[in-house]
């Protein structure tokens, strides 16, 4: 199986033409790779979640985004779309996949999806190797899992901006 190769960016989102193998990387200060997460909201107004595979390298079992690294030759909507499908089943389109926003990290560019689904987690078609299992929490129900340490924390800008840009999105507060 050929290793998965990542497109380098600049700070300004520009691709440098560099590429890197998956897990076999250094990145030269002001290099970035394309990450994204994507977040899921019912019409009521709920988060699907996904705990993580237990044979996970990186945050085995935590409950976290849906998402990952986006492929040489993807663009952040493509790898939205890809990770969503992939690690769930939820099929989506540029009519109901909207991105929220991009936060510069340390050595990614993370960009934020979010849709909408109300399929029940019986009905999504897991991809066992990354996710084990799903289900539909409140926005009060997801703030107690972060503040108990039961999901993963990506920081409060992080988590200041999904929630006002989901609201956003749906015109009301959830």
């Known amino acids: 199986m050929a290793v998965e190769q990542w497109d380098i960016y600049n700070s ?28 899921i909201i019912s019409d009521k107004g709920e988060f699907l979640i996904q705990r993580r595979s237990l044979r996970k390298r990186l945050m085995p079992g935590e409950w976290a985004a849906t998402g990952g690294a986006a492929v040489s030759g993807e663009d952040s909507f493509t790898a939205a779309r890809r990770e969503l499908y992939e690690e769930l089943g939820i099929s989506t389109d540029e009519s109901t996949l909207k991105k929220l926003f991009r936060i510069k990290r340390k050595n990614s ?66």
């Open 109 to 174: 560019l993370l960009d934020v999806w979010v849709t909408t689904c109300d399929l029940s987690p019986e009905d999504l078609v897991l991809q066992k190797s990354e996710v084990d299992s799903a289900k539909w929490v409140t926005k009060e129900k997801l703030c107690d899992m972060i503040s108990k340490g039961e999901y993963h924390n990506y920081g409060k800008e992080y988590f200041g901006n999904v929630f006002d840009k989901i609201d956003d999105y749906r015109g009301v507060k959830v």
């Open 12 to 39: 300004q989102g520009e691709k440098t033409g560099r590429k890197i193998p998956r897990g076999r990387y250094s990145l030269r200060a002001g290099e970035y790779h394309l990450v994204v997460h994507i977040w």
